[in-house]
T-cell receptor, first 113, second 112 residues
Framework: DAGVTQSPTHLIKTRGQQVTLRCSPK?????VSWYQQALGQGPQFIFQ???????QRGNFPDRFSGHQFPNYSSELNVNALLLGDSALYLC????????????FGPGTRLTVT | SQQGEEDPQALSIQEGENATMNCSYK?????LQWYRQNSGRGLVHLIL?????REKHSGRLRVTLDTSKKSSSLLITASRAADTASYFC????????????FGTGTQLKVEL
């Protein structure tokens, strides 16, 4: 049973560029959430997708956008990268309809120079 | 913003000792969860306790929840070097869908 997978593992980008991160949820899960974790901090919720729509959004600017595909996989896009966007980006999957545990992927380490 | 804070920020103990971490939060919750993170990688779910529960056990883990004080504690008994990691509490608060709001984390180091 495959867990949550994310790609790429590491990424280096320059300020002003755009980046796309990818996530495949755990088998059987239909909901994907994205979190940003700055160094030394706890993860912060970016947004959540279910049935290909954004259902909840955290306090992040519109530069952060996402998408969910019919197979439940998801992408996180960040435009006009800032140095402060450097972080570990975590994807988590779960089943909709319940306030239950989420299963996290290994994350994508984004460095903006 | 973070939901709450964890205490202590860092903890160093000897193998075989017990480790206790505390978490405080700010608003009414549906449930509280504890996660472990090794070396800045993905988080592993440890245990979930619902707002109407006071204590829960899973193997060497014991979690308590005091909703009147808006606090929780995680006890790891008979710690092992492999328990070395960062531990985070995360809340799902009432009316907040099922998004997780994380605390600041406790870095646990278990020495041989």
């Amino acid at each position: 049973d495959a867990g949550v997978t994310q790609s790429p593992t590491h990424l280096i980008k320059t300020r002003g560029q755009q980046v796309t991160l990818r996530c495949s949820p755990k088998s059987g899960h239909d909901t994907v959430s994205w979190y940003q974790q700055a160094l030394g901090q706890g993860p912060q919720f970016i947004f959540q997708y279910y049935e290909e729509e954004e259902r909840q959004r955290g306090n992040f600017p519109d530069r952060f956008s996402g998408h969910q595909f019919p197979n439940y996989s998801s992408e996180l896009n960040v435009n006009a990268l800032l140095l402060g966007d450097s972080a570990l980006y975590l994807c988590a999957s779960s089943l909709a309809g319940g306030k239950v545990e989420q299963y996290f992927g290994p994350g994508t380490r984004l460095t903006v120079t | 913003s973070q939901q709450g804070e964890e205490d202590p920020q860092a903890l160093s103990i000897q193998e075989g000792e017990n480790a206790t971490m505390n978490c405080s939060y700010k608003t009414s919750i549906n449930n509280l969860q504890w996660y472990r993170q090794n070396s800045g990688r993905g988080l592993v779910h440890l245990i979930l306790i619902r707002s109407n529960e006071r204590e829960k056990h899973s193997g060497r883990l014991r979690v308590t929840l005091d909703t009147s004080k808006k606090s929780s504690s995680l006890l790891i008994t008979a710690s092992r070097a492999a328990d070395t990691a960062s531990y985070f509490c995360a809340t799902v608060y009432t009316g907040g869908g099922n998004k997780l709001t994380f605390g600041t984390g406790t870095q646990l180091k278990v020495e041989l």
